[in-house]
């Protein structure tokens, strides 16, 4: 149900006939309204969020699967591990971000997207393409970035609590408070899932997990200044895989994935306002992550150690905006139990310095133009230019132009090491790799229609081209052994994203349809990238009463996919059913029937080969947990 262009309300007269929602946007770092900026923003507001939270209270894989251009790729048969494809690039394309910090790269991005639940979440943020200026490597395909929310006053607590079908349950809490010049934030969760096998094969489709979250930040204020601090904590035990192993019957052999970790991130952030207008911005944060994974006969762990160093300025005047700044980042692995010479170990520093201003010629014309030079300890420098022209003949009509460079370092941990466990891949070589860089385009066109009878229909059209040179890839050098190479000579993806809005009084239509061409070019053949829908379209149906009552049907199409031995995959449809009851500002109860058509991919064949001890699993391109019914309550004190 994404909202990615303004939202409108209906009003009595036609001057007043639709008032545009405000919405602040801080991924950009300009002061702008939403409607302004040059570079193209996806936002999914609160209200959205709310929704979406119904569906899965505990992770955010539903908040970003049913937005367009955006597929949330399960990895893992049966531990549930997803990566964000964006616009059909890989996962390790996408950087993940909180408040605009790097908390879920390197080794500590597996189980990312299955470990934020999204209760204390105001806003979430998406730009596609290449926009490295601000961030650094690693958003060649985009970035998501999780703006949390802040302290109120009067303060609040928030309370979910949510139950589902195959054995899971939430418990999430959010309290806020502000007195004076002091507030505070705490969100805590609890989510665990029994181990669940619709297709009665005799493994996990969702794995029996249990894990534990908090988050306390506190805020201060002063007359010039502003100063936050917090941190997180996530503690999470999670196995999958043959269900009588997992229901305690250790005496057969089994196969089996445990994986234990323990994450522990800070935040850190400090803002001085002169009286010139300019804004000066310190702000810092490390992780720490640990874990453990284990099958039969083996086992792989490790400790990674990141932090995010950032100091920028910001000025402003009638016609630009712009921000000035350097940053650091480090990321250091250290594997658990192996001999030195085959460790995985890796230590690497990036420093950057970065620019970017946002002009406004005139009421037409608007150019967002960065420029990033990014120097790392094992690959070099790169100069990363980016450029976004705004042109809005009318307050109906808005056309962006944009692209730019990227780069991503190579790593070992995407999901193409998860899928073997890490188990016989050889360490990085920095002497044979080269960085991935790339070049990305995209033309934007939205147009908004006012209907009689107080309707609205909103349009979104987007034409993007991302080309990747010398993309990584995992290559089996013998039965037992693993490496990373580079022998393509390129991959790209070309496609079309469309996305309608309709709303009428109290019903609203949202329409999404993707279709994303992602193909790797070698020296003498062009493949279709595996695991990628060429087409996705989306359609939510909703009833709302304000305050009261909302009903929603959806129904999401997924086409054809190339599988990995190059064999193609059916397509098939998903479809939804949510509702809520609020009966106050402080109570309402929610039920969701998720995937009620039971679309499971184990009803279209096996979902491995070989024997139950030592299990070769498919390729993952359908869902494997079926058809989920949860519901719960949600309660404001």
Known sequence: MLINIPIYVSAQNEEELHEIEEITVISTRNRRSFEQQP??????????????????????????????????????????????????????????????????????????????????????????????????????????????????????????????????????????????????????????????????????????FERWTLNPRFFFERQNSEFNIGFNAIKEDRIGGDMNYIDGNRQNPAYYEKIETERFSTQFEYILRAQSGKKFVLRNSFNHYQQDLGIPNYSFGGEQLSSFSEAHLLGSSDIIDWVIGINLWTESFEQDRIQASLALNSDTQTYGTFAQGTFFLDDLWSIESGLRIDSTSDYGSFLLPRLSVLYAPNELTSIRIGGGLGYKEPTLFDHQAESIHYQGLLPIDINQLEAEESAGFNIDF????????????????????????????????????????????YMDTQGVELGLVWRWKDFKYFFGYTHARVEEHTATNILTSPLMPKTRVNNVFVYERENDFRVGLEAYYYGHQRLTDGSKARDFWI???????????????????????????????????????????????????????????????
């Open 39 to 208: 570079t193209r923003i996806e936002v999914l507001a609160g209200e959205e969020i709310n929704e979406k939270a119904n569906m899965k209270p505990g992770d955010i894989r539903m908040l970003l699967n049913e937005m367009t251009g955006i597929h949330v790729q399960q990895t893992s048969a049966t531990s549930f591990n997803s990566n964000i494809r964006i616009q059909g690039l890989s996962g390790k394309y996408t950087q993940l971000l909180r408040d605009g910090m790097p908390l879920y790269g390197g080794f500590s991005s597996g189980l990312g997207l299955l470990q934020i639940a999204p209760l204390d979440i105001q806003q979430v943020e998406i730009i596609k393409g290449a926009n490295s200026t601000l961030y650094g490597g690693g958003a060649i395909a985009g970035l998501v970035n999780l703006i949390t929310k802040k302290p109120e006053t009067p303060g609040k607590t928030s309370l979910l609590f949510n139950a589902t079908s195959s054995g899971g349950l939430d418990v999430s809490s959010f309290y806020s408070a502000k007195l004076n010049n002091k507030g505070a934030t705490v969100f805590t969760s609890f989510n665990r899932s029994d181990a669940y096998d619709p297709a009665n094969n005799g493994f996990s489709a969702i794995p029996e």
């Open 575 to 637: 479809l939804g059913l949510m509702m809520e009851k609020i009966f106050n500002e402080d109570l309402s109860v929610f039920l969701n029937f998720e995937n009620f058509s039971d679309t499971r991919q184990t009803r279209f064949g096996s979902i491995y080969t070989g024997s139950r001890i030592n299990p070769v699993f498919s390729d993952i391109y359908a869902p494997l947990d079926g058809f989920v019914i949860n519901g719960g309550i949600k309660l404001k004190l």
């Open 446 to 489: 939205n147009q908004r229609f006012i209907l009689q009878n107080d309707a609205a229909l909103n349009l979104n059209l987007l034409l993007f081209s991302t080309k990747v040179n010398n993309p990584l890839r995992l290559l089996k050098l013998s039965k037992d052994r693993f490496a990373f190479s580079q022998p393509d000579d």
